[in-house]
């Protein structure tokens, strides 16, 4: 299986792009078609005023950009640095203002929304060697295949960004942040337990994870995202978040997910409405 996904990783980054752009349609067209009733469901509450055309242009288009992300973290391990520097740039705000995500005073926490292509954020220690002198690690959820697991692990790992499994990593996360480093962590995903949110017309359990980690070492908080320009192209962004506390900063980390969103087409469709975030919100009177 390693040796299958190791060819696939080579051919995907040195065929013409062409092919990698179609498997990422025909993957899309599967995730469509597996996922058509929650992406629908999703759209339409949180955009009653759209119409159908426009929620299934959406649905379609955020599915493909789905399959997009996914293959490029399997290709990734085979694509050369300097391709990958034509491919990814930084906006200023990463290294210098408010949002700088750079020399900091103390630990940085970055709230991580499920854009298009965050698989290319954990190359951002590439980019300039004071990125580089920080430690940044990652939660995240281990794949169960083991072959793909290891894969994926060392593609994102490739630069020095270290990946902590959810189900043991809470502890060396937090360390992380302690010692003056940096912790990346997914906001906007479903969770059995967390906190109720109105989140575009619905309520939902959101995580306040990021949120916790923050108040209690009292470090910087900034969300942290890709910018989607073009196939396997992006601009890497930060935002500085104000408030302090846990349970202020989960809100305005939603608030700002929500705007965004709401900002255009092109935004709205370059997130994952294949995941079922108000899946426990019902559990909640809010």
Known sequence: MYVLIATYAWLLANLPEVFARVNAWIFGQCIWLLRREIVLNN?????PEKDKTWWNKIGKLSCQRTAEMSLFGIASAALSEKELRTRIKLNPSILEGPSRLNNTENGTVCFVPHFSLMEMMTMIRLFDSSLAQRNWVTLYRPLDLAAAENWIKKSRERFGMKLVSRREGFGRTMEAVRQGGVACVLFDQNTHQGMPLKFLNRTCAVTNLPGIITQRFHAEARIFWAHRTGFWRCELNAFALKAKDSGALTEESNAWLAQQLQSSD????????????WKSGEHFDY
């Open 43 to 47: 759209l339409q509450q949180a955009f």
């Open 266 to 277: 092109e935004v709205c469709a370059d997130w994952l409405w294949a995941h079922n975030r």
